[in-house]
T-cell receptor
Framework: GDSVTQMEGPVTLSEEAFLTINCTYT??????LFWYVQYPGEGLQLLLK?????DKGSNKGFEATYRKETTSFHLEKGSVQVSDSAVYFC??????????FGTGTRLLVSP | KAGVTQTPRYLIKTRGQQVTLSCSPI?????VSWYQQTPGQGLQFLFE???????NKGNFPGRFSGRQFSNSRSEMNVSTLELGDSALYLC???????????????FGPGTRLLVL
C-alpha cells in the first residue's frame, strides 16, 4: 500500500559531520516529495520539496533528489550543526492535499 | 504574511467530553487539512476541506468531524473523547488550486490535547 519508509533513529552525530537520512516511498502516480522538520514542542516546518523526477530540493544546506527509478528521496547535509537537532519527516502527496508521512527520524547533534 | 494559527495550543479534557479545535489558514489559502500525531501511530491524515466542503477523509471514526467556514477558517470536533485521542492535532493550509495540483502544505504549531 501507499507508504513512506524512513531509517530508524536516533541518528547521533558530532557537529560538522555529514548527514544522510534515507527515505523510500510507495505511491501510485507521480507524487510530490517533501521533507518536514519538527523541533521540540512545535509543529512541522517545510524543509524542502521536489515535484518531479530528478528535481533537487535544497534549503539551509540540506538537499534531497527525487529518484523515481529507486523511489527514494534521501536527505543530506554536508556539515550538521547542533541547531539541526530535531525530528525529520519524509512525506509525499499525489495532489489531494493528503500527505503520507514516514515515522520520522530523530537527529541528535553534539558539540 | 502570517502563518497558520491554531487555538487553543493546549487542552485538557476528560473521557466522554467533546472538544473543538480551531485553525486559521495563511491568508489566501483555501484548503485546510488536519492531521493527528501520536507516538504510536505517527502522523495520520484526518480530513481536508476546500470551499467549505470535505474533499478527502482519512480512516478515523465518525467521532472526528470538521467543517470549514466561508473565510476558510476550519474547526475540527471530537466527540465522546477516549484516552487514545490524546495527541498533537496539526492543521495545514495550502492554496487549494484544485485536485491534482502539486501544492505545498504549511503547518500550524498544533493543539496538544490530553484526555484524562
Amino acid at each position: 500500500g501507499d507508504s513512506v519508509t524512513q531509517m530508524e533513529g536516533p541518528v547521533t552525530l558530532s557537529e560538522e559531520a555529514f548527514l544522510t537520512i534515507n527515505c523510500t516511498y510507495t505511491a501510485t502516480g507521480y507524487p510530490s516529495l517533501f521533507w518536514y522538520v519538527q523541533y521540540p514542542g512545535e509543529g512541522l516546518q517545510l524543509l524542502l520539496k521536489a515535484t518531479k523526477a530528478d528535481d533537487k530540493g535544497s534549503n539551509k544546506g540540506f538537499e534531497a533528489t527525487y529518484r523515481k527509478e529507486t523511489t527514494s528521496f534521501h536527505l543530506e547535509k554536508g556539515s550538521v550543526q547542533v541547531s539541526d537537532s530535531a525530528v525529520y519527516f519524509c512525506a509525499w502527496d499525489t495532489g489531494f492535499q493528503k500527505l503520507v508521512f514516514g515515522t520520522g527520524t530523530r537527529l541528535l547533534v553534539s558539540p | 504574511k502570517a502563518g497558520v494559527t491554531q487555538t487553543p495550543r493546549y487542552l485538557i479534557k476528560t473521557r466522554g467530553q467533546q472538544v473543538t479545535l480551531s485553525c486559521s489558514p495563511i491568508s489566501g489559502h483555501r484548503s485546510v487539512s488536519w492531521y493527528q500525531q501520536t507516538p504510536g501511530q505517527g502522523l495520520q491524515f484526518l480530513f481536508e476541506y476546500f470551499s467549505e466542503t470535505q474533499r478527502n477523509k482519512g480512516n478515523f471514526p465518525g467521532r472526528f468531524s470538521g467543517r470549514q467556514f466561508s473565510n476558510s477558517r476550519s474547526e475540527m470536533n471530537v466527540s465522546t473523547l477516549e484516552l487514545g485521542d490524546s495527541a498533537l492535532y496539526l492543521c495545514a493550509s495550502s492554496l487549494g488550486a484544485g485536485t491534482g495540483a502539486k501544492e505545498t502544505q504549511y503547518f500550524g504549531p498544533g493543539t496538544r490535547l490530553l484526555v484524562l
